[in-house]
C-alpha cells in the first residue's frame, strides 16, 4: 500500500469541543494506526488473516476496555475517548475495529454490567491486556435479525450446565479464549453464560471465502452438550435487554469507527483528485468531481457533529437504543457511498490495494450489516416515533 498521508478533515473546527484528554487520545491511536496498521493492513486482508501480534498494541493504547474501570484493567476513559478510539482504529480497518469492539462492548461490558465481583476479576484484566480475546455467540444459522427466536438452550443438571446449540457469523471466534454465549433456559429466558475454549464439545470452526472484514476472523461456535460450570452464568441481567444493551454500546463505537473509515476515503480521494491530471488539469479542477468531494466534507461534518453530540448524552447515561441506532445507521451508510465515490475519483487505481478505499468498501459491507441491519435500525427509529412496532 502507498505510504500513510492521511491527514483528518475537521471542516467545523470540532477539536475545539475536544478535551485535551480527548485529543491525546485520539492523537496516540492515529499514530499507532500509522505505525503498526497502515503498513501491515493491505497484506493481512489479502490473506484474510487477522495479525494477531498487534493484540498487544491495542491493549497498549487502551483499545481494550476504553471505559472499563482502572482497577479492571480498563483504561477509564469517558464515551468521546472511547469514540475516538474506534474512529482511528477503523481509519486504519473496519476489521481491527471489530475485533477491538467486541473485546471491549461485547465481551467486556456485559462481565462488567452483569457479571459478579469474582467473574470481573477473573477475566476483565486478561481481556483488557489483550492476553486473551473474547467473542460474543448472539446471531444463529436461522436467527439473525430475530434473536429472540434463537434455539441455543441450556439445562440445569445440578452442579453444572449443559448447552446445546450452534452460533454463526461470529467475530474472533476461531480464537477466542472465552465466549459470551447467549441461550434460552428451561423457562425459554435468555442468559449469558461464559464458555472457554477446552470446554468438551465446543468447537469453533472458521468460516472462509469472505470478500469483506477479511483481517477479521469470523468463525460459528457450536455447543455439543457442553458441560458449563454454574459460576459461568452472568448473574446481573438476563432477557433479551442483556445482549441488546452490549449492542448499544459497540453500536455507538461503530458509528464513530464509520467516520473513520470515511475520513480516510475522503482524504486519500481528495489528494488523488489534486494530483491526478487528466485533460491537462487536475481531475479535482472538473465540477463533477468537486460536487463528490464537496457532498463527501458535508456528510463527514454532520456525522462527526451527531456522534459528538450523541457521545456526550452517553457520558451524561442519557442516549437511546433509538438515538444509537440512527446514528450507526447514518454513519455506516454516510461511509459506504463516500467509499463508493471516492472509489470512482481514482478511476482503475481505485480498486487496487494501492490505495485502501476499496478495502473499506467491502468492509463497510458488512458493517452496514451486523450489530443490526440498515433496515433493522430504520425501523426502530420508526417505533420510536410512531410507537407502531413494525416487527410484530
Ligand atoms: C462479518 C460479520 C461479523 C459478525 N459478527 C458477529 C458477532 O461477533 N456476533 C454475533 O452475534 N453476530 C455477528 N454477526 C451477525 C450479524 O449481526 C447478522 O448478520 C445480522 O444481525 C443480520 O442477520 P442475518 O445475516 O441473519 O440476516 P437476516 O436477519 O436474515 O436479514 C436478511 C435481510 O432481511 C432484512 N430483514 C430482516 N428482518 C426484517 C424486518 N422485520 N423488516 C424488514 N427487513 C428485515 C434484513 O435487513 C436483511 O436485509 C456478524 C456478521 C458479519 C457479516
Known amino acids: 500500500m502507498a505510504s500513510d498521508l492521511f491527514e483528518a478533515p475537521d471542516y467545523y473546527n470540532l477539536d475545539e469541543l475536544l478535551t485535551d484528554e480527548h485529543k491525546l487520545v485520539r492523537d496516540t491511536t492515529r499514530n499507532w494506526v500509522k505505525k503498526e496498521i497502515s503498513p501491515i493492513i493491505e497484506d493481512y486482508a489479502q490473506k484474510s488473516e487477522f495479525p494477531m501480534h498487534i493484540t498487544k498494541g491495542l491493549a497498549e493504547i487502551g483499545a ?35 475485533t477491538a469492539s467486541v473485546q471491549s462492548s461485547l465481551v467486556m461490558y456485559p462481565i462488567w454490567k452483569y457479571g459478579n465481583e469474582l467473574q470481573r476479576q477473573k477475566y476483565l484484566p486478561k481481556l483488557a491486556s489483550g492476553a486473551w480475546i473474547g467473542c460474543f455467540g448472539l446471531t444463529e444459522p436461522d436467527h439473525g435479525s430475530n434473536p429472540a427466536g434463537m434455539i441455543t438452550n441450556f439445562k440445569d443438571k445440578g452442579d453444572h450446565y449443559l448447552l446445546n446449540g450452534a452460533k454463526m457469523w461470529i467475530s474472533n471466534a476461531p480464537f477466542a479464549h472465552v465466549a459470551v454465549v447467549w441461550a434460552k433456559d428451561e423457562n425459554g429466558r435468555i442468559h449469558g453464560l461464559l464458555v472457554e475454549r477446552g470446554m468438551e464439545g465446543f468447537s469453533t470452526p472458521e468460516t472462509h471465502s469472505k470478500w469483506s472484514l477479511r483481517a477479521s476472523a469470523t468463525g460459528e461456535l457450536i455447543f455439543d452438550n457442553v458441560k458449563v460450570p454454574k459460576e459461568n452464568l452472568l448473574p446481573n441481567k438476563s432477557g433479551l435487554g442483556a445482549p441488546l444493551g452490549c449492542l448499544d454500546s459497540a453500536r455507538y463505537g461503530i458509528a464513530w469507527g464509520a467516520i473513520g473509515a470515511a475520513m480516510d476515503c475522503y482524504d486519500t480521494a481528495l489528494r488523488y483528485s489534486k494530483e491526478r491530471i487528466q485533460f491537462g488539469k487536475p481531475i479535482g479542477q472538473f465540477q463533477l468531481q468537486q460536487k463528490k468531494l464537496a457532498e463527501m466534507i458535508t456528510e463527514i461534518t454532520k456525522a462527526q457533529i451527531l456522534t459528538w453530540r450523541l457521545g456526550l448524552l452517553k457520558n451524561e447515561d442519557k442516549a437511546t437504543s433509538a438515538q444509537i441506532s440512527m446514528a450507526k445507521r447514518n454513519n455506516v451508510h454516510m461511509a459506504l457511498n463516500i467509499a463508493r465515490e471516492a472509489r470512482q475519483i481514482l478511476g482503475g487505481m481505485g480498486i487496487t490495494g494501492e490505495y485502501s478505499i ?29 410507537g407502531l412496532n413494525a416487527f410484530k
Open 64 to 98: 481494550f476496555g476504553p471505559y472499563i474501570p482502572m482497577k479492571y484493567g480498563g483504561a477509564g476513559l469517558d464515551q468521546i475517548s472511547y469514540g475516538l478510539i474506534m474512529q482511528e482504529i477503523e481509519r486504519g480497518d473496519s476489521g481491527i475495529r471489530s
Open 358 to 386: 476499496m478495502r473499506h468498501a467491502m468492509n463497510l459491507e458488512s458493517v452496514i450489516t451486523y450489530e443490526g441491519t440498515h433496515d433493522i435500525h430504520l425501523l426502530i427509529t420508526g417505533l420510536d416515533i410512531t
